[in-house]
């Protein structure tokens, strides 16, 4: 399973043109291409992964979504001890895109749950399915938080039913009454840890066409398109990060070397000296500014997030105009935002330059601060713009895909 974000979604012709679109500035042409997979992707590979603790009949779950018995040829191992610690994978004919994710037991070999989904790489999976037995556990509802705090979704399955029902009928109790009250049991522990419900599904694996089972399987045929859909918007970020690599790393070097045609400007006190020494300053002053500004302006026009780009793909993604430029605007809060650094950056060097003149300082030790600090202040202006414009990039890219 281990690929590029931007291969799971993309063959490596369509990955490549999708590059070469970004790098040319067809930023509306790249988005109306990734907009056009994310309304056809029947035949992108769904991984499910399976979960739950030792015991709880995770593999024979799998077996009976297969329609397969324990001891056919290609069947998932079953029984109470488990010996491997890499997930395993099986297809799922019903539904040739996906493939089924048999992980070890949440609680076998003594990991810590934080260790454990590390060593299995939750983060990979891209829909879950969690499976419990008896009663409902603390581990289900720390692995449901984790799952919806990366945006994704899952099932959940009590196991076993078949137990229960046997149990209620000695009681002589209603088996509709004590469906009812399994089911108020997981719903009460998952809204007492703040879980969004997910689907709940009471089931037996030797029993497939009774209770939930074939409910299970209809449900999840039913939901396939919106689970790939959403899949589709969680990459979005990772898949502009191999998108705009290449790009990001020809203007990072234009950036460097603006930074040390600045820094170079910082040693004019040296090569020709002022015959007003408090001139400097507005020398260092102007020139940083001068190169800056002209960097600025060269990396806005490199991205393509021109004005008449919004009212455009807006028209075209059938989305309000206004939506997408306030997404395009939205910043994540921070502490400090890089352009008040930039300018506190700015005022403390010519402060700074401004005293060593008043003090005496050689020419030499000023134009070595005004060296650094011109190379400082340029570099990291234009890389906060560079990076800033990327992620206005990405949300404007969001914005437009975003399921309604």
């Known amino acids: 399973m281990a690929q590029s974000t931007l291969s799971k979604f993309f063959n490596f012709e369509d990955g490549r043109n999708l590059q070469s679109l970004y790098n040319t500035g067809e930023l509306e042409t790249m988005i109306l291409q990734m907009k056009s997979k994310s309304d056809h992707l029947d035949n ?32 998932a191992p079953t029984g109470n001890e488990e010996t491997w610690m890499e997930p395993t994978r099986y297809p799922y004919r019903a539904l040739p895109n996906v ?26 999976f891209d829909f879950f399915i969690i499976v419990s037995q008896a009663r409902f556990r603390e581990n289900d509802a720390v692995i449901a938080k984790k799952i919806q705090e990366q945006g994704k979704e899952f099932y959940y399955i009590r196991s076993k039913i078949d137990n229960d029902a046997r149990s209620l009928k000695m ?14 049991d997981c719903i009460i522990n998952f809204q007492s840890v703040g879980v969004t419900l997910p689907d709940i599904f009471l089931i037996s694996s030797f ?3 009774q209770y939930d089972f074939p409910k299970l399987k209809s449900t999840l045929a039913r939901d396939l398109p919106n689970i790939q859909s959403n899949v589709f918007s969680l990459t979005i970020p990772k898949m502009m990060l191999e998108i705009t690599k290449p790009k990001r790393s020809t203007l990072m070097t234009r950036v460097l070397l603006l930074a040390i045609l600045s820094g170079t400007v910082g040693v004019v006190p040296v090569l020709a000296p002022f015959p007003v020494p408090m001139l400097v300053p507005v020398w260092y002053l102007f020139t940083t500014i001068v190169i800056t500004v002209s960097g600025w302006i060269y990396l806005q026009k490199q991205l393509g997030l021109s004005d008449r780009l919004v ?11 206004s939506v997408l430029k306030a997404e395009m605007n939205r910043r994540l ?23 060593g003149i008043k003090h005496g300082f050689s020419p030499m030790a000023i134009s070595i ?29 969001q914005a437009a895909l975003s399921r309604d």
């Open 333 to 355: 809060p921070r502490k400090i935002s890089p352009a008040v650094t930039n300018v506190l950056l700015g005022i403390t060097a010519v402060t700074c330059m401004i005293t």
């Open 44 to 75: 992108v590979q769904l991984n499910i992964a399976v979960m739950g603790d030792v015991g709880s009949g995770k593999s024979t779950f799998i077996n009976a979504m297969r329609d397969l018995q324990g001891d056919d040829q290609g069947a």
């Open 171 to 184: 009681q002589g109790a209603d088996l509709n009454e004590g469906w009812s009250s399994i089911r108020r």
């Open 369 to 397: 601060f005004g060296a650094v600090s011109s190379f400082a202040f340029t570099y990291k202006f234009l890389k906060d713009s560079l990076n800033d414009r990327l992620e206005t990039g990405q949300r404007l890219v």
């Open 311 to 321: 009212p455009s793909l807006a028209n075209k993604v059938t989305k309000l105009s």
């Open 99 to 124: 493939q089924l994710w048999d992980l070890p037991g949440t609680n076998s070999f003594g990991f810590e749950l934080n260790n454990y989904l590390k060593q299995v790489k939750f983060q990979r």
């Open 207 to 209: 029993e497939r066409e």
